[in-house]
């Protein structure tokens, strides 16, 4: 990650980060017009922008029942965060931790049943064509 600092007021030497601006350039760090890759419903770049998001519309886990019941006192108060890909169809094609609770099985679980009964509204894209896209769902754990 970059931090971010004020570039100087006019051009100098060093990388396009802390260099200052050109009038023109290719790729990042440039104020003029660049020819890098991008991405957003237009421009020349290589990208793949949303018109509207995803939108979960089905499905829940709410139950302690889900869960294995050996392992539940490691989940008092705390979360799991997943990222499931969504189909252009809305049913998740993938998941994966993204931030785990202290309950490994739990976590499987979690993903298991996101896949299971999860249902999305698609992303569409500048046409309005579902697209394939990412959801983050964060579970808490409560009982």
Same mark, same amino acid.
């Given at each position: 990650m970059v931090k971010p600092t004020q570039a100087p007021p006019a051009a100098g030497n060093g990388d396009e980060n802390a260099s200052g601006a050109r009038p023109e350039g290719e790729g990042s760090g440039a104020s003029g017009p660049g020819y890098g890759t991008g991405a957003g419903a237009g421009g020349m770049g290589q990208g793949g922008g949303q018109a509207t998001p995803t939108v979960k519309i089905k499905g829940d886990i709410n139950s302690a029942k889900d869960y294995p019941r050996a392992s539940r006192d490691l989940r008092i108060g705390a979360s799991v965060t997943i990222e499931m890909t969504v189909g252009a169809d809305g049913r998740v094609k993938a998941c994966r931790i993204v931030q785990p609770? *202290? /309950?490994p099985a @739990? /976590? &499987?679980? #979690?993903? @298991?049943? =996101? #896949?299971? &009964?999860? &249902?999305? &509204? *698609? =992303?569409l894209d500048a046409e309005g064509s579902p697209v394939e896209a990412t959801y983050r769902w964060r579970q808490r754990w409560f009982y």
């Open positions: 609770s *202290p /309950d @739990a /976590d &499987r679980i #979690t993903c @298991a049943l =996101a #896949t299971k &009964r999860f &249902r999305f &509204r *698609p =992303a």
